[in-house]
């Protein structure tokens, strides 16, 4: 069974950092491309970063650029986001989705903002 499990949300103050992880099991961790991305309320699912397999290549969505750091560890089947100084903005429900060569989601870990 594929399972994607992000974990590690919380609440933090603006200017605050958290970071969340996902832990990956049923498929090959370290053969798929990877990505984060979030939905806030009542907004659109929004793309925040991606990683290739031997964590190379990333990209990141310019409104997280210089602040989000994503990574991975093959080894441990795990995908990481490394978010600093956090915004009220940033607030949403964040997944880890497997994006090639196939399309996994997993349940998403809530960041919450706020002062």
């Known amino acids: 069974e594929v399972q994607l499990q992000a974990f590690g949300g919380g609440l933090v103050q603006p200017g605050g950092s958290l970071r969340v992880s996902c832990a990956a099991s049923?498929?090959?961790?370290?053969?798929?491309?990877m990505s984060w991305l979030r939905q806030a309320p009542g907004k659109k699912l929004e793309w925040v970063s991606c990683?290739?397999?031997?964590?190379?290549?990333?990209d990141y969505a310019d409104s997280v650029k210089a602040r989000f750091t994503i990574s991975r560890h093959n080894a441990k089947n795990t995908l990481y986001l490394q978010m600093n100084s956090l915004k009220p903005e940033d607030r949403a429900l964040h997944y880890c989705?497997?994006?090639?060569?196939?399309?996994?989601w997993g349940q998403g870990t809530l960041v919450t903002v706020s002062s």
């Open positions: 990683i290739n397999i031997d964590g190379d290549i990333i």
């Open positions: 989705v497997g994006i090639w060569p196939q399309r996994l």
């Open positions: 049923g498929f090959t961790f370290g053969r798929t491309f």
